[in-house]
């Protein structure tokens, strides 16, 4: 299998496979999350739940009182790569183009310079929480198998991306071709890793502000 | 005798539901949560880790509930859950959490922890592994009445005393009042202050209240333990006597989570709607403060601060009307850090203060009380739960600090104005 | 500097100096040092008599003559054309008078003559379908001929994306079993001039060092020569600028096609074509596909014509959500199933549930 080969392979079949499986397991998965029910909350609110779970939602992306001291790199570490992974994925005019193609949706990009930049800040960021998930005993002691490994995966895209557009390594053929494979690979495992809480986090602050409203509580 | 791990596993799977699921598929493992719980803080010690404490819990959601955590325990990837497990966990299911819920506001994804442990306790007291301390309470809370074994002659003879003291009728069993009060056997044997203050408080506001004498007992042990089917027979109590007394309104005493098992659980464990309106003391006094039936006189000069009971502000929604109170009595009312919402737990709630076991991981934990009070130095602690008061009192004698502990109620009614309490009366 | 060639060139107005000119440039295109330029001039200028110049045969195999054309036609009468004055051409079917058996007899004699020294140039795929029938010269297949050609030659280019990668008629389905040369051929040395057609100076360019120094080039791993397939389209191309900044054509006729902006999202396959195209140009400078507003096909590389559509960004996929829609639904009904499971699971449990009494707290 030469580049081009490989390049087509992953840009055709192996992509037709891992979004068939991405989206396979999104919808198996929230199904048999969400199915499990709950009982109806009989006790007299406090006040009217309304909107509480969806002010959580929201809320929730906003860290509480005291805590951004007391774990600062768990806080600025993940904001800097969540938003750096959200600009290099959906700010770079290739992904967007892709993005186009997929679903007809299509929004204006960064300079590519900027996501180059973005993309560097992002790697920083992630090997930092890796260290701090080394150093710190509550974040090494939870940490299994599982969470190494979603790291792995969500860090090589960035890494190949990265060195496919600055040309370092590999030939870029090859490199754009490791980088989607990658990404497939991000793809297929997302739904059935910790990663899956790009899904059940909207969910599970619903539920949270959904209770604790009907408490009176805004948490 | 038939507690088992079969029987645990079945509870557990009865009571996982959506949220949990949910729940499990979100963590991160980030560890935020531990930065937000005291026995984590102030021992350092990462098994404390909230999350953590629901671990055998999560393995088993997994593997009764997921198909890939099916797979995965039939290969063996995956260990099942197993009794001596469970009896290792004991200490972090209950010793370790007070059901505070701090961990519950600070998760990012989030994660209503605390929600899962009170769930998780349901199969631990079901596969026998709740510990004897609060075991010991729900006993004498199903069979004597009160888990203090308090029973209803002590109470009378309160309400003799006090009638005495204050000169005002204490009723029982008055059919159609307005209010039916009920106690914590804490206040009963401890803090008897506290039905004078009610006298006193209503007689002022001009309303109509009672105790019960089949249901003078707020607190709730079979919540705590995490058994519904045994709460649900203390509860049935109160609604029981609400209902044949047909008051509008129970107010639930200052205890924490006898509130919350009224409050928020009753209903739920009845498993229908109440008939009657529930509502914490401070509630009904700032009630009263809004529409000008409570009136004061005199304020208090030295340094006072307020304690929140994890239940009745984070857990329970009531956060404002205590600071209005405490402003109502006290020139020099100042707030620690992080009072309110974000308040630390004295470090005895959800039932810990019962597991005899775990007093020097509780006496540990209250450093972070400690610190809180170092940074304002109040003359005087205020708080709104007997339980709190307890753990503060040996908290404070523990660590040597010379700091009174008084109940809201009580301070506020040593201040209600007295020639209006005549002329109401 | 005597000889033929300078003659010739003389004769067609070329001076010296620009013959010079020439040979440095064609060096350091090459990356040569400086030097190499005046050591292919003087290789070339003093290019003995006719009957001692290096013989070169020329087998064509499935092709359309596109290579051909491309180095004969475009330059008349430039230099590259008169490269030829330094070689024997011995046998190439479209340029030769001769055909027939005369052709033939000038192939054999020519082998035989330079056996071990002449130079073959392929262009053109080798079918191996149907024992080699799809394409044959003088009764034998292609395949019969390039070995029996190869084995006395010194070294073998591979002229074109066909010869070099089989091209075209190895393009999906490959109805013939298109080959490369190379895939034929494994004991001798072979350059790889892959294009669609390939640009002349590269050729020239690799002729000259042929001639020059008596051996081929540095090749990377594809067999091409670095010198000219070292970079891509992309990184050399003029409107790279437009990329970076994100400004793109999105139709071929509208404002960014006007003023030229980037034309990735029209399918360029420039980023993953290495070329010189955007250096050396065509038509002697003239011009280059982008610069004619047309995104680059990626001719050059292997298996062009199945990389997914000339006009489909590179960034987009071949046909990605082909399968999604039965995907989503064969995850629905397994998650429908599990969710029944599950619900049965909690039914189950909450019918076996035994109230719990004080007794059954404990063990």
Request: charged share 20%.
């Amino acid at each position: 299998m030469n580049e081009i080969q490989l390049l087509t392979w992953v840009r055709g079949s192996g992509l037709d496979i891992a979004v068939s499986i991405f989206l396979m397991g999104v919808i198996w998965r929230l199904f048999e999350i969400y199915s499990l029910g709950r009982k109806k909350d009989l006790s007299a609110s406090r006040c009217v739940a309304g909107a509480s779970g969806w002010h959580t939602i929201f809320r929730r992306s906003l860290p509480p009182q005291g805590m951004v001291k007391k774990s600062p790199v768990s806080y600025i570490g993940g904001y800097t790569f969540h938003i750096g992974l959200a600009i290099v994925v959906f700010l770079f005019a290739p992904h967007i183009l892709l993005i186009r193609n997929l679903t007809g949706l299509s929004w204006p990009g960064l300079p590519s310079q900027f996501v180059d930049l973005a993309a560097v800040v992002t790697m920083a960021a992630m090997v930092v929480v890796l260290a701090d998930r080394i150093n710190k005993p509550v974040k090494r002691y939870l940490s299994t198998f599982g969470d190494w490994f979603t790291w792995t995966v969500t860090f090589l895209p960035v890494l190949t991306g990265w060195l496919a557009v600055r040309h370092l390594l590999l030939p870029y053929t090859t490199m754009l071709a490791v980088h989607i494979l990658c990404v497939e690979v991000l793809l297929v495992v997302l739904p059935f890793t910790k990663l899956f809480h790009a899904f059940t986090l909207f969910g599970s602050r619903w539920f949270n502000g959904q209770v604790n409203g009907h408490k009176g509580v805004a948490v | 005798m038939s507690a088992s791990l079969e029987k645990g596993v079945r509870v557990l799977k009865e009571v996982i539901d959506a949220p949990i699921a949910s729940y499990f598929n979100s963590c991160v493992h980030c560890g935020l949560c531990a930065e937000a719980c005291l026995f984590y803080t102030e021992t350092g010690d990462p098994k404390y880790t909230p999350i953590h404490k629901l671990e055998p819990m999560r393995r088993l959601y997994e593997q009764e509930f997921t198909l890939l955590g099916r797979l995965k325990k039939m290969v063996g990837l995956s260990r099942p859950v197993t009794d001596a497990e469970l009896g290792e966990w004991q200490e972090l299911v209950y010793n370790s959490c007070t059901l505070c819920g701090r961990c519950s506001v600070v998760c990012p994804v989030g994660n209503d922890i605390v929600y899962m442990v009170r769930k998780f306790r349901e199969g631990m007291s079901a596969s026998g592994h709740a510990p004897e301390g609060i075991k010991g309470a729900v006993n004498r809370t199903v069979s004597i009445g009160s888990p203090m074994g308090v029973k209803l002659p002590a109470v009378q003879a309160q309400m003799r005393h006090v009638e005495a003291d204050y000169g005002l009728p204490i009723p029982l069993d008055a059919e159609g009042a307005e209010y039916m009060v009920m106690l914590s056997s804490m206040e009963i044997i401890n803090f008897p202050e506290y039905l004078g203050a009610i006298a006193k408080i209503m007689n002022q506001a001009g309303k109509t209240w009672t105790l019960c004498s089949t249901a003078f007992e707020a607190t709730n042990a079979g919540m705590q333990i995490g058994n519904s089917d045994l709460a649900r027979v203390i509860v049935s109590r109160i609604v029981e006597g609400a209902e044949r007394l047909k008051v509008k309104t129970v107010i639930s005493p200052e205890c924490g989570h006898a509130y919350t098992a009224l409050r928020w659980e009753g209903a739920n464990l009845i498993g229908r709607p109440f008939t009657f309106q529930v509502k914490h003391i401070i509630e009904v006094l700032g009630e009263f403060q809004e529409q000008g039936l409570l009136k004061t006189e005199g304020f208090e000069t030295d340094r006072l601060t307020f304690h929140d009971p994890c239940q009745l502000a984070r857990r329970g929604g009531v956060i404002e009307p205590q600071r209005k109170l405490m402003k109502m009595v006290a020139k020099d009312f100042v707030e620690m850090p992080d009072a309110g919402f974000m308040n630390w737990c004295c470090g005895g709630g959800g039932g810990a203060s019962a597991i005899e076991e775990g007093e020097e991981l509780r006496l540990e934990a209250f450093k972070m009380k400690k610190s809180q009070l170092d940074a304002v130095k109040p003359d005087r602690l205020v708080t709104a739960c007997a339980n709190c008061r307890i753990v503060l009192e040996e908290g404070l004698e523990h660590y040597q600090m010379d700091i009174p502990v008084v109940g809201l109620t009580e301070l506020i009614a040593e201040h209600v104005a007295e020639h209006i309490s005549e002329k109401g009366a | 500097m005597q000889g033929s060639l300078i003659e010739t060139l003389a004769r067609q107005g070329v001076t010296r100096r620009t013959f010079m000119k020439y040979c440095a440039t064609l060096a350091s295109m090459m990356a040569l040092p400086p030097s190499a330029g005046r050591a292919m001039a003087e290789a070339m200028a003093s290019a003995p008599a006719a009957s001692k110049r290096p013989s070169v045969i020329w087998l064509p195999f499935q092709e359309c003559t596109g290579c051909t054309e491309s180095i004969t036609r475009s330059h008349s009468p430039t230099l590259e054309g008169l490269i030829f004055d330094v070689i024997s051409l011995d046998y190439q079917e479209t340029l030769m008078a001769a055909a027939g058996h005369q052709a033939e007899e000038a192939l054999h004699a020519a082998m035989k003559a330079n056996e071990g020294k002449y130079l073959l140039i392929v262009d053109g795929s080798i079918p191996l379908g149907l024992d080699g029938a799809y394409s044959c010269i003088a009764g034998k297949s292609n395949l019969e001929s390039l070995k029996e050609v190869a084995k006395g030659a010194a070294a073998i280019v591979a002229m074109g994306s066909c010869a070099a990668f089989g091209g075209l008629p190895k393009a999906n389905p490959n109805p013939t079993g298109a080959v490369s040369v190379a895939d034929v051929i494994k004991d001798k040395p072979i350059v790889n001039i892959p294009g669609c057609p390939p640009i002349p100076t590269v050729m020239t360019g690799v002729l000259a060092h042929f001639l020059t120094f008596g051996s081929l080039p540095e090749l990377d791993k594809l067999g091409r020569p670095k010198a000219f397939y070292g970079e891509t389209i992309h990184d050399r191309c003029y409107r790279r600028p437009f990329y970076d900044q994100g400004k793109f054509a999105k139709t071929f006729d509208d404002e960014g096609a006007r003023k030229g902006w980037c034309l990735f999202e029209l399918g360029c396959k420039g980023p993953v074509t290495y070329n010189a195209c955007a250096t050396v140009k065509w038509n002697g400078g003239t011009s280059w596909p982008v610069e004619s507003g047309h995104g680059c096909l990626g001719c050059s590389e292997p298996d062009f014509w199945d990389g997914g559509g000339f006009y489909k960004a590179l960034s987009m996929p071949a046909n990605p959500l082909k399968m999604a829609a039965k995907a989503a639904a064969v995850g629905a009904v397994a998650g429908v199933a599990v969710s029944f499971f599950n619900r049965g699971k909690k039914s189950a449990a909450k019918s076996a549930h035994e109230t719990t009494t004080l007794a059954d707290l404990e063990k």
